[in-house]
């Protein structure tokens, strides 16, 4: 199995703040790589797909790039709405996989 | 109209099995397959497989290897996840997902269904 990998297991963060979370997969998953926003108590919620795309009603403050390895989601000023548990997702394999999420909180 | 609907919460004896359902609507669900995440409390999110409602073709995580079924009705757009032999460790919410064609990606979500082990 394609093993996802995502840096640092937490983060304190402010409003307004830009904010980077790294993912990296144990094999080259090209650009299979999704990202998801899960609130306490929700289902996850899709933000990015293919690396870099925006999914449909997502702000513009979300972006993701990467290939190959190493990936990154970013937040370009934190709102209050955001601090959530973020997970990565490869889909290049079709045995999925998900990394270990990162809590982002409130400084 | 919620476009993945699963059952309620359930509560099994170890041993025992589960079988939980989600009934999609809003789509045709032969189109896309089903893919089953589970996460335990305080714990991120654990993928279980994937099941093409079409052709009833399965691809299992290989830790659920043996103890996961996954299953459908299509007269009624329901795919079912059915997990045996059941142990304390199984206790968790247990999501179904639509895995979007193109890029195998979870584009809508079912709202969770709790499942605790205990004797």
């Known amino acids: 199995d394609i093993q996802m990998t995502q840096s640092p297991s937490s983060l304190s963060a402010s409003v307004g703040d830009r904010v980077t979370i790294t993912c990296r997969a144990s094999?080259?998953?090209?650009?299979?790589l999704n990202w998801y926003q899960q609130k306490p108590g929700k289902a996850p919620k899709l933000l990015i797909y293919?690396?870099?795309s925006l999914q449909n009603g997502v702000p513009s403050r979300f972006s993701g790039s990467g290939s190959g390895t190493h990936f990154t989601l970013t937040i370009s000023s934190l709102q209050p709405e955001d601090f959530a548990t973020y997970y990565c997702?490869?889909?290049?394999?079709?045995?999925?996989?998900f990394g270990g999420g990162i809590k982002v909180e409130i400084k | 109209q919620v476009p993945l609907v699963q059952s309620g919460a359930d509560v099994k004896k170890p041993g025992a099995s589960v079988k939980v359902s989600c009934k999609a609507s809003?789509?045709?669900?032969?189109?896309?397959?089903v893919t089953w995440v589970r996460q335990a409390t305080g714990q991120g999110l654990e993928w279980m497989g994937w099941?093409?409602?079409?052709?009833?073709?399965?691809g299992y995580a290989q830790k659920f290897q043996g103890r996961v079924t996954m299953t459908r009705n299509t007269s009624i757009s329901t795919a079912y996840m059915e997990l045996s032999s059941l142990r304390s460790e199984d206790t968790a919410v247990y999501y179904c997902?639509?895995?979007?064609?193109?890029?195998?990606?979870?584009?809508?979500w079912g709202q969770g269904t709790m499942v605790t082990v205990s004797s």
């Open positions: 997902a639509r895995l979007n064609k193109y890029n195998r990606n979870c584009d809508i």
């Open positions: 809003g789509y045709t669900f032969t189109r896309y397959d």
């Open positions: 099941m093409n409602p079409n052709t009833g073709n399965t």
């Open positions: 094999q080259n998953i090209t650009n299979y």
């Open positions: 293919a690396a870099s």
């Open positions: 997702q490869q889909s290049y394999s079709p045995l999925l996989t």
